[in-house]
């Protein structure tokens, strides 16, 4: 499931909502991106977040898609935010539930990495400055290449 | 010919979004943005650098060759930084 939203979630209730009722489920991978007070060495008061409203979703559910295909996921769930965020805040939210441990892993590694080098959004940083929009960063083309390369395990 | 902007390219253009009618003779991305960089000095700026700029038509990213037509809905940005 794909959602994309100005307001904060609440890891917990949605954890019980993705597993709710399945017992097949073994295991579940989180991760949570928050919004930091540093980059650059330049202080952070707020960033916002602009996105592509059609095409966000719709690179966010291909993205899904593909870990669905690659692992054998009993349930995955990306949620991510815009608007004004402060230090401290949730971001994004990416939760992947499987039989088994290695394949939740996996397919959260690889849709956090992919989905930072392919959903349409932008951060612009509030520092003592002005405003900056926050250049692509390299390690993240690296990171989301090596899903290219690797074949995951089935299991 | 629907064009969005986001990020820097719509601070540096000045436009979010807008309805254009290019020439009949642009039928592929790269002339689509030699046209954008024609545009005056605003636009020149913001397309100076094209390594620097991602397309997407219909919502797909988009490379040099691949088509626009006039009902597309084309947009213009940075590359991502989400996440």
């Given at each position: 499931m794909i959602k994309v939203q100005r307001e904060d979630f609440d890891v917990g209730r949605e954890l019980a909502q993705l597993t709710g009722?399945?017992?097949?489920?073994g295991g579940v991978t989180l991760f949570v991106g928050l919004v930091r007070d540093m980059a650059d060495n330049a202080e952070i008061s707020a960033m916002t977040l602009e996105h592509y409203p059609g095409m966000t979703e719709k690179q966010l559910e291909k993205i899904n898609e593909e870990a669905q295909r690659r692992w054998p996921l009993e349930a995955s769930l990306i949620i991510h935010r815009y608007g004004r965020l402060e230090p401290g805040e949730q971001i994004v939210l990416v939760a992947t539930a499987s039989p088994h441990r290695q394949a939740a892993f996996e397919a959260c590694h690889f849709l956090i990495d992919w989905l930072k080098t392919k959903a349409p959004f932008w951060k612009l940083e509030e520092t003592p400055d002005g405003g900056h929009w926050v250049d692509a960063r390299d390690s993240d083309n690296t990171a989301a290449d090596r899903w290219r390369l690797e074949e995951p395990q089935s299991d | 010919m629907k064009m969005l902007y986001f990020a820097w390219l719509k601070t540096k253009t000045g436009v979010s979004e807008e309805s254009v009618t290019p020439p009949a003779e642009v039928t592929k991305v790269s002339e689509l943005l030699a046209w954008q960089q024609a545009r005056g000095p605003a636009f020149a700026d913001a397309f100076a650098d094209l390594t620097a700029l991602r397309v997407a038509v219909n919502q797909e990213y988009a490379g040099p060759d691949d088509q626009v037509a006039a009902d597309d809905e084309i947009a213009f940005f940075p590359p991502v930084t989400g996440g």
């Open positions: 009722g399945n017992h097949k489920i | -």
